[in-house]
């Protein structure tokens, strides 16, 4: 069974960059899948973050981060990259790759998504 391996997050500082990768144990696994991103802070809801179909390169973000955070595709390592900048300890949380084949309507829905990394934790320190 395919695997995603999530990776890259750690403490940082507040105003400071961070880029997450998320692979998978199949080489060639995203090629037929949207990807997103998700994130959970203690005692709140899965949050969306951004989601790219990696056949077309189409990407998705919500508002709350539309501008700050930016989803792509590395396609040399077979991986999804999540950029994410001016972060601040309200960005602290377990964050999570997931892979499916949402619809437009349910791409913001983590229940669209069969496959999960195990997370990786990110936490920003003001």
């Known amino acids: 069974q395919v695997r995603l391996v999530d990776d890259g997050g750690r403490l940082v500082h507040s105003g400071d960059s961070l880029r997450l990768s998320c692979t998978a144990t199949?080489?060639?696994?995203?090629?037929?899948?949207?990807t997103g991103w998700f994130r959970q802070a203690p005692g709140k809801e899965f949050e969306f973050l951004a989601a790219?179909?990696?056949?077309?390169?189409?990407?998705y973000y919500p508002d709350s981060v539309q501008g700050r955070f930016s989803i792509s595709r590395d396609k040399a390592n077979s991986a999804v990259l999540l950029q994410m900048n001016s972060l601040t300890p309200e960005d602290t949380a377990v964050y999570h790759c997931?892979?499916?084949?949402?619809?437009?309507?349910?791409?913001?829905?983590?229940?669209?998504?069969?496959?999960w990394g195990q997370g990786t934790q990110v936490t920003v320190s003001s």
């Open positions: 790219i179909n990696w056949s077309n390169g189409s990407t």
């Open positions: 199949a080489g060639t696994f995203f090629s037929t899948y949207t």
């Open positions: 997931g892979a499916g084949r949402p619809s437009l309507s349910s791409i913001q829905t983590w229940r669209a998504y069969y496959y």
